[in-house]
């Protein structure tokens, strides 16, 4: 039989916990209810109480209780359930995560669904859904639903909210518990990253690379995406990089709304995986609708991506700041690195022809990018075409394949 474990603060939720319970009973899967509740008196039973919770995190129930730190003492739930979940999942006792929650709850059952494996169906409802959720998905694979109305009783708003919840990982679960195991695939990973503006280039590579015996994992350029290659690579989960797609560190100097952070491009290096890494898609920077643009970048040339996204040209400045930002952080790699850079243009919007092809801007790119690794280890590779010609993606492709080699030689 399919387990769901429910993972909530049975003092303050225990009722809306109780009716979820009972719906999953009575579609057929067991029940595992995980209290990560502190102050007030649990409102149902608790197969896991919370005091066992706050042990699996090394503290003490009362001692929170009585430091009366709410902050400190979500943090250390949070912890105790992540602990808790991944022990029943060890014991094959965890087909599904199901939670609710405001902003606490989310917290805390985001933070134990993070704990577990990709695949192993998580499912949170939450009035924070329709906000920024990257602290609560991080680079998991966690389905948010928005609960419309906070989550306070079950009524004729929440009830089929609620309802579609427990049918969602009712059926994640069973066919978790039935799925064979998966066939073990012995091909070398490799992460590449992608946007819409660099797919033709990308897509060649990875055709290429797939030629090559690599399976090749590709993450889109859109801030999350950047942040989860970072955290696979960090991990040591790829025999490669082909990061040829850097458009988050244009969004992260100048406002962008699709940014990973400071870290971007940095993993890969300090893990010493082997890496081959292009300026695609430096000559923009992305921003929301077109009414949302900001004023201090409207004399641009500004293009509408789609009905979510627009795009601004990025500057003679901001290029050469761009290109040394790349050189910077590639001279830290401990791994076999290298730079190929298109001289024809670094998009589709900056190929020959497009509306964003401005050879002295992308010089701005590969200068700062010669400079900042002139006398460093890094290859710097220079091809007499544009980022989406597929002769430049294979080549790109063939250039990491020698890499990983001479790293595992």
Known sequence: MAIVVLVGTLDTKGLEYGWLRARLESRGVEVIVVDTGVIGAPRIPADVPRADVARAAGAELDTLRSEGDRGAAVTVMARGAAEVV????????????????????????????????LGVPKVMVSSMASGDVAPYVGSSDITLMYSVVDIAGVNRLSAPILANAVEAVA??????????PPVRDERPLVAASMAGVTTPGVDAARARLTELGYEVLVFHASGAGGRTLESLAEQRLFAGVLDLTLCELADDLCGGVLTAGPDRLLAAGRAGIPQVVSPGALDMVKFGPLDTVPERVRDRDVRVHNPSISVVRTTAGECAELGARVAAKLRSA??????????????TLGAPGGPYHDPVLDEAVFGAVRDGLRGSRVDVVEYDTHLNDPSFGRAAAELLHRLIGQSSA
Do not use: K, N
Not at 171 to 180: L, S, T
Not at 334 to 347: D, F, H, K, Q
């Open 86 to 117: 991944r022990r029943l999942h060890a014991e094959g006792r965890l087909h599904g995560v199901l939670a609710l929650g405001g902003s606490g709850g989310t917290s805390i059952a985001t933070r134990a669904m993070r704990a577990l494996p």
């Open 334 to 347: 401990t791994g076999p690195t290298a730079v190929c850079l298109p001289l024809r243009g670094l998009s």
């Open 171 to 180: 059926g994640m679960a069973r066919g978790f518990e039935a799925a064979a």
